[in-house]
């Protein structure tokens, strides 16, 4: 009796995809899912060290930035952006960018399946007051 090899084609290979905002970003085209990058927030670009390659071309390559969207609500500027990849325009992950001023500080934040999640805050004032020391 001869057996068949059940063998899954790469083409027939089940995607990890994750959805936001009704867009499926894919776990399969990244390193690390969501790395955290500290205070580094990009406000537009793409982290290639983490882009392993497409999972549906096989390529590694540079990607475009599609449907950049900046809107402002109650104060904050929103920033959205989809990273496809340049070879078959297969969307590899939506980034979102924030910015906005809280009393006397700049805060930012990132958040993209790609880029990773930071945040940063900075003071608006010449002397940063989280620096200063008491004097007693």
Same mark, same amino acid.
């Given at each position: 009796? $001869? $057996?068949?090899?059940?063998?899954v084609?790469?083409?027939?290979?089940?995607? $990890?995809?994750c959805f +936001?905002?009704? +867009?499926?970003?894919?776990? #399969? %085209?990244?390193?690390?899912?969501? &790395?955290? $990058?500290g205070n580094?927030?990009?406000?537009?670009?793409? @982290?290639?060290l983490?882009?392993?390659?497409?999972a +549906?071309c096989?390529?590694?390559? @540079?990607?475009?930035?599609?449907?950049?969207?900046?809107?402002?609500? #109650?104060?904050e500027? /929103?920033?959205?952006?989809?990273?496809? %990849?340049?070879?078959c325009?297969?969307v /590899?992950?939506?980034?979102?960018?924030? @910015?906005? /001023?809280?009393?006397?500080?700049?805060?930012?934040?990132?958040?993209?399946?790609?880029?990773?999640?930071?945040?940063d805050?900075?003071? /608006?004032?010449p #002397? #940063? &007051?989280?620096?200063?020391?008491?004097? @007693?």
């Open positions: 009796m $001869r $057996r068949r090899s059940r063998e084609s790469s083409s027939r290979k089940r995607r $990890r995809a +936001v905002d009704g +867009v499926a970003m894919c776990g #399969d %085209c990244v390193e690390k899912e969501y &790395p955290n $990058r580094t927030c990009l406000e537009n670009g793409s @982290f290639l983490n882009f392993t390659g497409c +549906v096989s390529k590694r390559d @540079f990607m475009l930035i599609t449907n950049k969207s900046l809107k402002e609500e #109650d104060g500027e /929103i920033v959205t952006y989809d990273h496809l %990849c340049k070879n325009h297969h /590899i992950a939506r980034h979102e960018y924030t @910015f906005s /001023i809280m009393d006397e500080f700049q805060e930012y934040t990132m958040l993209c399946l790609l880029c990773g999640k930071a945040e805050t900075i003071s /608006i004032l #002397d #940063d &007051p989280r620096q200063m020391t008491l004097l @007693f």
